[in-house]
């Protein structure tokens, strides 16, 4: 049997049928072929497959599609502007050099913009405990803190100028 | 995964009719211990009963010198919810460092407790606060609510629906997490109450207990010297790669004075 899921992706009502066992980030990757969401350790610990559900971060392989009815799900694909302006966070992580494989930086960028909704001032400190659900195999965790600590000022700067 | 129907009922009263009516479906709260599971094919459920969509589970109020926390509120949401730092901040402070953000946005109260994992949060604030479970039938004590490892006084069918935390006088938490999973190996939660103190340990032992010579002590002198000397036997704690048995006992004492300096501090 199949259910049908409405949800918004990235600003689009899309409704999609999918096994009632289907995980968000397979729908999402192999249905809606948006694959910038990543799928790392698939056992809920790495955090490559981070989203937004009604704007919070979750690991999208540790929830069901079937859960995201009717939810607003914001993908990596969905932050950049429609003329390919990138995000200010995903601006940081580039002037910081903050990846290398990137593999983890969908999820790193997902995990540091909800950040910004938490605490928009984060030090260095609670930055690194932020990003404890997001696990970089390049251990190049320096360059993607200094990243997130300039894109959270970069994100506040662009809030400010719009109020 | 294996494959099962999903449910979404609307109402506690659904959702008591379609576990009464199936035996073998399982209710998800946040999924957050169970959809790894079912990845693992570790359980074989023939459906799940999503709680998703009932409004009441869901949220913190302040009900005069109690702090009552629907089943479904997500950790993320104690951590930061204005009233619960203001009147229980060890419960806050617990709640914001389970696991990752991640898992804070999605895991919920009611599903950590039905849940009943040795090394969770939440079983030594429900304990050490002497919170009250209520569930779709009844209401259950905290003392009598953890009975065995992943073991409750849930009956088949019964479903919590809220945790009230009554304020206490003073309270701190305190963990030694693991690394990488940030489950407690050992961790206590001390507190001031109404009805005396008392001291509730999770990751050390099967389930969630109580150290009565800590709480006799603290009550005397409140102060972490006063548990200076008086340890948890090993025999019976919980033992593997990550700490031996003995070395919990020890954490156990070190972690209540951390609670204790906490509460005080």
Not at chain 1, 43 to 70: F, P
Request: glycine share 8%; hydrophobic share 45%; charged share 20%.
């Amino acid at each position: 049997m199949a259910l049908s899921v409405s949800m918004t992706v990235n600003g689009k009502a899309v409704t999609v049928s999918v096994a009632e066992n289907a995980l968000l980030v397979d729908v999402l990757r192999q249905t809606l072929n948006l694959t910038g969401t990543h799928v790392g350790c698939d056992t809920s610990q790495c955090g490559a497959c981070t989203v937004h559900v009604n704007g919070r971060s979750v690991k999208s392989c540790t929830m069901l599609a079937a859960q995201a009815d009717g939810a607003e799900v914001t993908t990596i694909e969905g932050l950049a502007a429609a003329d390919g302006t990138l995000h200010p966070m995903q601006a940081a992580f580039k002037e910081h050099h903050g990846l290398q494989c990137g593999f983890c930086t969908p999820g790193m960028v997902m995990s540091a913009t909800d950040l910004a909704r938490v605490n928009p001032t984060a030090s260095e400190d609670e930055i690194r405990e932020w990003l404890e659900g997001n696990i970089c195999r390049c251990t190049g965790y320096h360059n993607i803190v200094k990243a997130v600590k300039d894109g959270l000022g970069a994100m506040s700067a662009t809030r400010q100028a719009a109020e | 995964m294996y494959s099962f129907e999903y449910q979404h009922p609307k109402t506690v009263a659904d959702v008591a009719a379609v576990l009464a009516s199936d035996p073998d479906a399982k209710v998800v709260a946040g999924g957050m211990t169970l959809i790894p599971t079912l990845k693992q094919r570790l359980a074989m459920p023939s459906a799940l009963v999503d709680l998703r969509d009932i409004a009441e589970l869901r949220g913190v109020r302040a009900d005069g010198d109690t702090i009552v926390i629907g089943a479904m509120t997500p950790h993320a949401d104690v951590a930061y919810d204005a009233t619960v730092r203001d009147r229980i901040p060890a419960l806050a402070h617990l709640a914001r460092h389970i696991g990752d953000a991640q898992v804070r946005n999605r895991g919920t109260i009611g599903g950590s407790i039905a849940n009943a994992d040795p090394a969770a949060d939440y079983p030594a604030a429900v304990v050490g606060l002497n919170a009250t479970i209520v569930t779709s039938t009844r209401e259950i004590a905290a003392d009598d609510f953890f009975t065995a490892m992943f073991e409750t006084a849930l009956e088949e069918g019964e479903i919590v629906t809220a945790v009230r935390f009554p304020v206490p006088k003073r309270a701190g938490y305190a963990k030694f997490k693991h690394p990488a999973s940030r489950y407690a190996v050992v961790g206590v939660m001390v507190a001031e109450t109404a009805g005396g103190v008392r001291v509730a340990v999770t990751g050390a032992g099967p389930s969630v207990f109580r150290v009565a010579e800590m709480e006799q002590a603290l009550a005397g002198s409140f102060s972490p010297d006063a548990l200076a000397g008086i340890s948890v036997p090993a025999d019976g704690l919980n033992s593997d790669i990550h700490a031996s048995a003995d070395y919990r006992a020890h954490l156990v004492t070190l972690m209540a004075k951390r609670a204790v300096v906490a509460a005080t501090g």
